[in-house]
């Protein structure tokens, strides 16, 4: 009796060590988190619109109605912004964020927003309202990567 118990014994310790290993291995296998590299080619545009004072309630209504447009034609807008009123060197801009697959692609994909007919009245609405500088728009615009730590890429 006392070998049959050992046996049993052997059995039991060798069924649970083959269970943790193969825990073990498919624990590591589902738990492996691969790194997520950027595509080096994405670029994300941030556009900051400065208004004529007071403007930006009037150039934010454009935009909302816009929006649908830009996004039609692969414009990816990341999200609009306006300061808070305890903001006020900031109190006559409007922020918007884009991403794009490449610098190439952004340029097509404005070329052809601007080419839509049904772009053209709220580009015509919102002439009146960006302040100019030295005859030109005053709008800041910056192609930007994200860094290798970026949440975002």
Request: contains cysteine; charged residues 20%; glycine residues 4%.
């Amino acid at each position: 009796m006392s070998a049959n118990w050992k046996f049993k014994a052997w059995k039991l310790c060798a069924t649970a060590v083959i269970s943790f290993a193969c825990g073990s291995v498919m624990t590591a296998r589902l738990t492996h988190v691969e790194k997520v590299k950027a595509d080096s080619n994405r670029v994300f545009e941030l556009m900051v619109y400065h208004t004529e004072p007071g403007k930006v309630p009037a150039l934010e209504s454009i935009f909302k109605d816009v929006s649908k447009l830009q996004a039609n034609h692969g414009l990816n807008v990341i999200g609009y912004w306006v300061p808070d009123e305890d903001s006020p060197a900031w109190k006559d801009t409007f922020v918007y964020l884009i991403a794009h697959p490449s610098q190439e692609d952004a340029q097509k994909n404005w070329d052809a927003l601007h080419a839509d007919p049904a772009f053209l009245p709220y580009r015509d609405a919102a002439v009146p309202l960006i302040e100019r500088v030295n005859g030109a728009f005053h709008v800041d615009e910056v192609f930007m990567h994200p860094t290798d730590f970026s949440a975002m890429k």
